[in-house]
């Protein structure tokens, strides 16, 4: 699947947010290296903390599927459905991503279907904390 079409998908997504409390709509769409695509929207609640970023539901159904592999993700989001930048995902879907995504794993943010850039997750979460840095017994 192209970048583009990727962020086509996070787009989509981002129309299925629910987000009555902060406005934000993101939108994510995470392709796994089985080729399925997941996408994601962010989730908030009342309560304010058992809210879910977009980036995470996708993660979430995709690793609650059998996925556990990724090769991209596009994210896309912005007040009331306005994308007047691209989105940066949040520290704690980073380290999401660290958990089950290698280095070199791939983040694409978009202003617009044509308009969106890629970064590493090595670029986003440099010297990150990893299952690398502990033992599990
Ligand atoms: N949000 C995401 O969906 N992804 C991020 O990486 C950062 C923040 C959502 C959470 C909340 O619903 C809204 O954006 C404002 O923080």
């Known amino acids: 699947m192209s970048n583009k079409e990727l ?3 996070a787009f989509d ?3 299925k947010a629910y987000a009555p409390y ?5 939108g994510a769409a995470l392709l796994g290296k089985s080729g399925t695509l997941y996408t994601g929207c962010n989730v908030e609640s009342a309560s304010y903390s058992p809210t879910n970023c977009a980036e995470r539901t996708a993660f979430f159904k995709a690793i609650s599927e059998g996925e556990r592999e990724f090769s991209k993700i596009a994210i896309v989001g912005g007040k009331n459905g306005n ?3 691209m989105f940066m995902p949040c520290g704690v879907c ?8 290698d280095e070199d794993f791939e983040i694409i943010v978009a202003l617009t279907h044509d308009d969106f850039k890629s970064f590493t997750l090595k ?10 840095n502990i033992v599990v017994d």
Do not use: H, I
């Open 7 to 9: 962020v086509k998908a």
């Open 13 to 15: 997504a981002m129309g």
């Open 22 to 26: 902060s406005g934000y709509t993101v």
């Open 83 to 85: 994308v007047t930048d």
């Open 94 to 101: 980073r380290q999401v991503m660290a958990e089950f995504c």
């Open 123 to 132: 670029e986003l979460l440099p010297f990150g904390f990893s299952k690398n």
